[in-house]
């Protein structure tokens, strides 16, 4: 596939004190002290090494059928619990920003039903609105930090480590304005961030912004997404550790080094040269950079493939 260039509130570790703001599931997180990976004073905020000021987790874009028509006067309710809200009946035309316009055809579903950073209050009513079904939850987390440094380290740890399990192909694609995807599909999962846009909560410029789409019951599922009441009780920190735990990876370029002269003498060395280290560095220049010089353990894996130098990224946080 062809590489573009153009471009509810929890955190990664479990927080002792989650400061609700005026909106239910979005929380406003200070984070513990586990030792931290860097040197650090002890009020630092810390991801992966890189401080940060704070961090939002919230649903970004909840999408649903329904057979129920909402009245003017839930709607207007509903515009109040909710940065936006677009209600499209079955047999509508739509007018995508992309593409041409298309007929709207989801019988026997009556309404198609979009709503941007709702809150407790609206993902409730939803849950109670009859004959609805969850197709669609972008879950997000935003990092803000006191300058344009920090978001630019996110986006250079994510793009490089980042790593979606079970990608049969490399759809990554690089945007220009600061951000990159691991695909778009219509059903299933994939992940965006970008740096580029103001923090969604308090509006603060320099924020990195990171989000799980998940289309289809299938993808939701894998989410612990069944049903439109499993969106207000969702646990964000646990999400997002597991997600960080399973999906960002490093590579060891000493250890590829000997994991590949191994593999070319057939002998089963365990020892690292300073020569190995040199090679695993070829290897990664070779199998992990694009042909837009961007380099990624993604596209490393699919390459090269897996092995025991692939590991785990250690995420701790400082503060």
């Known amino acids: 596939m062809k590489k573009l260039r153009s471009k509810n509130t929890q955190s990664a570790t479990r927080p002792h004190d989650a400061i609700r703001s005026s909106s239910a599931p979005l929380k406003r997180i200070r984070p513990v002290d586990?030792?931290?990976?860097?040197?650090?004073?002890?009020?630092?905020?810390?991801?992966?090494?890189?401080?940060?000021?704070?961090?939002?987790?919230?649903?970004?874009?909840?999408?649903?059928?329904?057979k129920t028509e909402i009245t003017a006067a839930d709607q207007a309710w509903l515009r109040s619990h909710c940065k936006h809200l677009d209600i499209?009946?079955?047999?509508?035309?739509?007018?995508?920003?992309?593409?041409?316009?298309?007929?709207?055809?989801?019988?026997?579903?009556?309404?198609?039903?979009e709503c941007h950073l709702p809150d407790r209050d609206a993902l409730t009513f939803f849950a109670t609105l009859?004959?609805?079904?969850?197709?669609?939850?972008?879950?997000?987390?935003?990092?803000?930090?006191?300058?344009?440094?920090?978001?630019?380290?996110?986006?250079?740890?994510?793009?490089?480590?980042?790593?979606?399990?079970?990608?049969?192909?490399?759809?990554?694609?690089?945007?220009?304005?600061?951000?990159?995807?691991?695909?778009?599909?219509?059903?299933?999962t994939y992940f965006t961030g970008y740096a580029d846009l103001a923090c969604r909560i308090d509006g603060v410029t320099d924020c990195w912004h990171f989000e799980q789409r998940a289309h289809g019951t299938k993808a939701l599922a894998q989410a612990d997404l069944h049903q439109p009441?499993?969106?207000?009780?969702?646990?964000?920190?646990?999400?997002?550790?597991?997600?960080?735990k399973l999906c960002l990876r490093t590579l060891d370029k000493r250890e590829l080094g000997r994991s590949h002269r191994n593999r070319q003498d057939r002998t089963r060395d365990q020892q690292s040269t300073a020569r190995d280290l040199r090679i695993g560095g070829l290897l990664w220049r070779r199998f992990g950079t694009d042909e837009f010089g961007d380099s990624s353990v993604q596209h490393f894996i699919r390459g090269y493939g897996r092995g025991p130098f692939?590991?785990?990224?250690?995420i701790q946080c400082a503060g």
């Not at 997000?140 to 790593?163: E, H, I, N, P």
């Open 88 to 113: 499209r009946r079955h047999g509508s035309w739509a007018r995508p920003k992309q593409g041409p316009p298309y007929q709207l055809v989801i019988w026997p579903w009556l309404f198609r039903i």
């Open 130 to 188: 009859r004959d609805t079904k969850l197709t669609a939850a972008h879950i997000a987390r935003d990092f803000t930090f006191d300058d344009g440094r920090g978001k630019s380290a996110m986006l250079d740890l994510f793009s490089t480590s980042w790593v979606q399990p079970h990608l049969k192909n490399d759809l990554r694609i690089f945007f220009d304005n600061g951000g990159f995807s691991t695909g778009r599909r219509a059903k299933g």
């Open 229 to 244: 009441a499993d969106l207000i009780e969702f646990d964000h920190i646990q999400h997002w550790q597991l997600k960080d």
């Open 34 to 66: 586990p030792p931290p990976i860097f040197a650090a004073d002890a009020d630092d905020r810390r991801f992966c090494g890189i401080p940060y000021v704070d961090c939002y987790h919230y649903f970004d874009t909840v999408k649903y059928l329904s």
């Open 310 to 314: 692939i590991g785990e990224l250690r």
